[in-house]
């Protein structure tokens, strides 16, 4: 599964809960915060920028 | 409480927008029955009454929070050419709805329109990067206004502009009766303040230029002449006009700069 986010959203989008960038990692098709160690999925091309849906990643 | 239902399916909300309506004078005088191309119009007139609050152009980065399916985004991105827009809502449903209605959207199309899902109060937006911040009758669902307001600050640059269109108690002392009045106000759908905390919360939030402006004269009348014409012409939804009229309810754009 491969995702896509557009350059000039990601430059506006942050953590929901520590505010920093996010990354997209493409093959897990998520969006990443290494700060706040979540990960966001993205469904149906719409990023799911909720803390209760994000999965924990070390 | 948008999940199994599309309100836009509703005659009440014709065109796939859902908001009262800014209405202009009506084409067949103020005792005709509102057209359906009039309905639309008006909700269309909503979201233009907003953007051009915030001064909205070329070249600007905006975000509309709770912006259901998305109809009222894409002729913001249409009309007024910013260079983003981020269009956010709590509601996956409301969402996949959008993604149907508004395919200039989708990842790595050409309009600078894009949906996220998030929270009116935790927004996924990096600090000052945006010039402009709104949301059109949305704000009514908000679980946390002052959390919204502190991140609608947040996100915006200084001088960058927020508005919300929304209804609110006209005071705090009319809450009973409207209560009494409105269903939606009773069964906790609808969770409004009075418009003076509103501003309060921005001020609190460090905004400045703070202002809630009646539009009740181009919602009220017309939107209760257009229920009058719908499947919900005998039941409670036409208190609204009389909660107006009363001077308990009213229907503001509040605008503020950060």
Redesign the interface.
Known sequence: MTAKIDDWLLEILACPQSKAPLRLDEEAGELVCDESGLAYPIRDGIPVLLVDEARRIN | MYGANDLSSLTLFSGGFINFGYWADPPGGPDSAPTVAERTASQQEMYRQVARRLDLGAGQ?AAEVGCGLGVGAALVAAEFSP??L?ALD?S?EQ??RA?ERVPQA???AAA?L??????AD??????A??DAVYSVEAAQHFEDLPAFAAEAR?VLRPGGRLAVAVFFLTAESARARATTLLETFGNGVDVVVAVDDFTAVLRAAGFTDVAAESIGPRVWHRFDAWIARTEYRDVWSRNWLRAYEEGLVDYYIATARR
């Not at chain 2, 894009?114 to 929270?119: G, I, L, M, N, S």
């Not at chain 2, 935790?122 to 600090?127: F, G, I, N, S, V």
């Open positions: 980065r260079a983003a981020v709590l996956a969402l996949g993604r989708r990842p790595g600078p894009r949906f996220v899902q998030a929270d935790r927004l996924p937006l990096a600090e990067a945006l947040r």
